[in-house]
């Protein structure tokens, strides 16, 4: 079993910057990761995934350009940073662990474990 944990999300102005961590326990973090979110009213979205090694990433489109995944695996540890945060990314962000390979990171029944969620706000 592998718990992951989100943190680092809360309130931000809009053109701000924030990083989530999700940081794994149970055991070591071999799987691909994947960043999730989810609007109020409005289906969990994938973000952005990165593989074990690290040598390999993906992201949507509205983030591509704003959006940077890493991972540290000797801390069990991935990261999600954002850049000119808008209103449209706030959401609830979860990150979710697969063994599956790249062509299937995009979706949420790829994923065996998830953490909890974290609130990210972006407002003024």
């Known amino acids: 079993q592998v718990q992951l944990v989100e943190s680092g999300g809360g309130l931000v102005q809009p053109g701000g910057s924030l990083r989530l961590t999700c940081t794994a326990s149970?055991?070591?973090?071999?799987?691909?990761v994947g960043w999730f979110r989810q609007a109020p009213g409005r289906q969990r979205q994938f973000v952005g995934a990165i593989s074990w090694s690290g040598d390999a990433t993906t992201y949507i489109d509205p983030v591509k350009d704003r959006a940077t995944i890493s991972r540290d695996n000797a801390k069990n540890t991935v990261y999600l940073e954002m850049n000119d945060l808008k209103p449209e990314d706030t959401a609830v962000y979860y990150c979710?662990?697969?063994?599956?390979?790249?062509?299937?990171?995009?979706?949420?029944?790829?994923?065996?474990?998830w953490g909890q969620g974290i609130q990210v706000t972006v407002s003024s």
């Open positions: 149970g055991r070591e973090l071999r799987y691909a």
């Open positions: 979710a662990a697969s063994d599956r390979g790249p062509t299937s990171w995009a979706h949420i029944s790829s994923y065996s474990y």
